[in-house]
């Protein structure tokens, strides 16, 4: 009886913990007449650090979790000229996740395949990592997003904007043709620094009202705004022309932030609730 019991517990708390991986996940495929997809799910042990190259295609999405492990949802996407071509390309597209990186291979990769209009498939990420992890997370067509995780970070693609929540640690974000979006809370950035950057778009940093920081915004083509008070702007160019530069001590100071953009505005916003 002892060992029935045990084991109804066992599956009704590993039915709570997929239930609960399940409503975080937001990846859905929607088939086409000329696409195939499908989510491919791989868990890894932890080891303190995760490397993930989404390239050519695809975003990465993390997000921090309870558990003392990762999970990895690939969610795998091939197009051809019917259904049936992108079925079997979709079938030869390789998902590698193991030793702390993940990565694709396919039809078409590497600088060969780019001489016949590129890899005709995308892999896009969803990951669920523990708290306290070190990140280097790398795309070319796609968004990187992070959720809740300390530690140190790389985070870099070109096509594809940075959406960055309740992150701590030294963290280093850019982008080319994409805007940043960055959420804080808590009284100070808790880390080194703060360091994000784009050519194309614009920077988007929310605060909590008595948040302490030593702020350094800098664009060239944009404008420049702090809901707080005290912002110094500088202009280094004739007639409000040219490089900006915006400068703040936020509360009593702290650690540094920068936001950098070339074409776009930068905005530090008050957090409302």
Not at 141 to 161: A, Q
Request: aromatic residues 4%; charged residues 20%.
């Amino acid at each position: 009886m002892k060992s029935i019991w045990t084991a109804g517990v066992a599956l009704l708390l590993a039915g709570a913990l997929a239930g609960a991986v399940e409503r975080r996940s937001g990846m859905q495929c929607e088939e086409r007449a000329d696409r195939a997809c499908e989510i491919r799910e791989m868990h890894m042990p932890s080891t303190g650090s995760l490397a993930v190259d989404a390239a050519p295609n695809g975003g990465i999405h993390v997000q921090a979790w309870e558990n003392n492990e990762i999970l990895v949802r690939a969610k795998v996407e091939a197009w051809g000229a019917s259904k049936e071509e992108a079925r079997d390309t979709l079938g030869k597209v390789k998902v590698k996740a193991e030793r702390g990186s993940v990565a694709a291979t396919g039809p078409g990769s590497g600088v060969s395949g780019w001489f016949n209009n590129g890899p005709k498939w995308s892999v896009s990420y969803e990951v669920f990592v523990p708290p306290k992890q070190d990140l280097e997370l790398k795309s070319v067509n796609g968004g990187v997003h992070v959720e809740g995780v300390r530690g140190r970070m790389k985070l870099e693609t070109v096509n594809g904007g940075l959406d960055l929540a309740q992150v701590a640690g030294r963290v280093e974000g850019e982008t080319v043709n994409g805007g940043v979006h960055v959420r804080l809370s808590g009284p100070k950035w808790d880390g080194e620094e703060l360091n994000v950057h784009t050519v194309n778009g614009g920077v988007t940093l929310e605060l909590p009202e008595s948040y302490n920081a030593s702020l350094k915004a800098e664009t060239v083509n944009g404008g420049m705004h702090s809901d707080f008070p005290g912002a110094n702007v500088t202009k280094a160019g004739a007639f409000g022309i040219g490089p900006k530069t915006m400068e703040q001590k936020l509360g009593e100071g702290g650690a540094p932030i920068h936001l950098e953009t070339v074409n776009g505005g930068v905005h530090v916003q008050r957090k409302t609730a």
